[in-house]
């Protein structure tokens, strides 16, 4: 199917082909149509499948056309809200579409006095447009569409009741399009109050048909207390335009960062602690290719969206098969291929099974090269050589070696012992990090083992 036969207005097509966009995504075959008919969905999609053009461009055509004046889009995060705000203003931007995003954490005047200004497109946090509409201020906004924009986000964010509130100012009289990757049930409880009749549609689980369809995903098993390492090697050995790194935990986010910029990476974190400017430098940065790796907690998993990430390195398995699929989500978009590298500790196999299985993911299992080629000779680590050297604690032992060595000075005592190093035709370091498949397997084979003794000796207690 090709964009033009959805009979949009002529400068809504010329944004979608500088877009570059070729042909619609699935989420957009299907949700186009409805939105045009003036229909309610409910439309169920993760991030990455196009969603965002999928309501994006039959609202800005029907503005374009004039069958409408104005549409609101109500998403949990600030970054999402820019985000949305961004590729509503690109592909809209011929039409000569008005957008403004609207977010808590700035003063009030400068949004209220664009709003006033007259937009026609508002894309909002849920705070703060309950707030300027409890304060009166957006009183002549009435718009004829609009989206819930990850309705289950915000729902986990506990912005169910606000979402409630904001509804009662909306007039009855508009056509409601509800996106979420899951459907729980508040969510539905929502729909069925905010909807009318809706059409429901679902693109989920069909993740090989979406815009992010080339993510290779892999998994490494090493030891708990060589993830630093692992990532290290990583980022020297895959080629790499810029990658982000999930961490669970906001401390972890810093100490990880720390250490990488302390070792001559270009890395920033990202986490719920910084504030929100700190946030959208962070992502700037990012954006603009002045930083390369990104060390985040799941707060950047949902809805960001940065062109050419290559990589997306789990540090840890995150917490539930979601956040994976939201993580790695980030690289492998609009159509470019991404690849997804999850370290798991022997213990995390469960985990790994779990999101595995309910995910549906063909995870292969990898171990890293610590050189970048096969074979290769014992100066190609030099880069990981000198990490791990200044990583090392000096054992007591090297320092009788060395006093033993006192008639040779420390210079010369170093070239020879790096000559020796170089002298040898492989590399004197293990050339991989990770297990391989056979000790996984066998693993594997001890894990499952334990498990059955553990769910007979449980029966045996019941019978008891
Ligand atoms: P979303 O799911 O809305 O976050 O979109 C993911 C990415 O896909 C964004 O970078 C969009 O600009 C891009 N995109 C959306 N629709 C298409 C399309 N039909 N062809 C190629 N890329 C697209």
């Known amino acids: 199917m090709k964009f033009n036969e959805f009979s949009f207005h002529k400068d809504l ?44 461009l039959p609202i800005i055509n029907k503005i374009a056309n004039g069958d409408i004046e104005r549409a609101l889009v109500i998403t949990p995060t600030r970054e999402l809200a820019t985000q949305v705000s961004d590729e509503l203003y690109h592909l809209g931007r011929f039409c000569g579409i008005r957008t403004i995003t609207v977010y808590g954490g700035v003063g009030y005047g400068r949004q209220i006095a664009l709003i006033n200004k007259g937009v026609q497109i508002i894309v909002a946090t849920p705070g703060r447009l ?38 009662e100012y909306i007039p009855q009289n508009r056509q409601t399009l ?25 693109v989920v ?24 390492e692992a990532i290290v090697k990583l980022l020297e050995t895959e080629k790499i335009n810029k990658c982000i790194i999930f961490c669970r935990m906001k401390r972890e986010v810093d100490r990880l960062t720390e250490h990488l910029q302390a070792i001559g990476f270009s890395a920033k974190g990202l986490h719920g602690d910084l504030d929100q400017m700190e946030r959208e430098e962070v992502i700037k940065s ?46 492998g978009r609009a159509g470019k291929s991404g690849k997804a590298i999850t370290l798991v500790s022997t213990t995390e196999f469960k985990e790994l099974t779990r999101i595995q299985k309910e995910v549906g993911a063909e995870m292969k299992l990898a171990t890293i090269n610590l050189s970048g080629e096969e074979n290769s000779s014992c100066v190609d680590c030099f880069p990981s050589l000198e990490a791990t050297v200044r990583a090392v604690d000096i ?25 020796l190093l170089l002298k040898g035709e492989k590399s004197p370091l293990t050339k991989h990090l990770g297990y391989d498949e056979n000790s996984v397997k066998n693993m594997i084979d001890e894990y499952q083992g334990e498990q059955k003794v553990a769910r007979h000796n449980n029966r045996k207690k019941k019978r008891c």
């Open 13 to 56: 097509l010329k944004g979608i082909k500088i877009a570059g966009f070729k042909e619609p995504s699935p989420i957009q075959e299907s949700v186009i149509p409805v939105i045009e008919e003036g229909r309610d969905m409910v439309g169920q999609a993760h991030t990455g499948t196009g969603k965002t053009a999928a309501f994006g």
């Open 178 to 202: 509800l996106f979420s990757a899951t459907i729980p049930e508040p969510i539905k409880a929502l729909a069925d109050e905010i909807l009318t009749t809706p059409e429901f549609i679902s």
């Open 286 to 331: 990012y954006r603009r290719n002045q930083v390369k790796v990104m060390v985040a907690t799941d707060v950047a998993s949902r809805g960001l969206d940065v062109k050419q990430v290559t990589h997306v390195f789990n540090y840890h398995i995150p917490f539930d098969p979601q956040s994976y699929v939201h993580r790695i989500g980030r690289t």
């Open 205 to 228: 689980g069909e993740y090989e048909g979406t815009v992010n369809n080339v993510i290779e995903q892999s998994y490494c098993v090493i030891n708990e207390s060589q993830r630093d």
């Open 395 to 419: 054992d007591e032992r090297a320092l009788d070696f060395i006093d033993s060595m006192e008639d040779m000075d420390y210079h010369e005592f170093v070239e020879r012992v790096v000559t």
């Open 130 to 167: 309950k707030d300027l509409y409890k304060k009166g201020k957006i009183d002549n906004f009435n718009p004829e569409i609009v989206v819930l924009d990850e309705a289950d986000e915000m729902l986990d964010m506990g912005f169910l009741d606000e979402i409630k509130e904001i509804f």
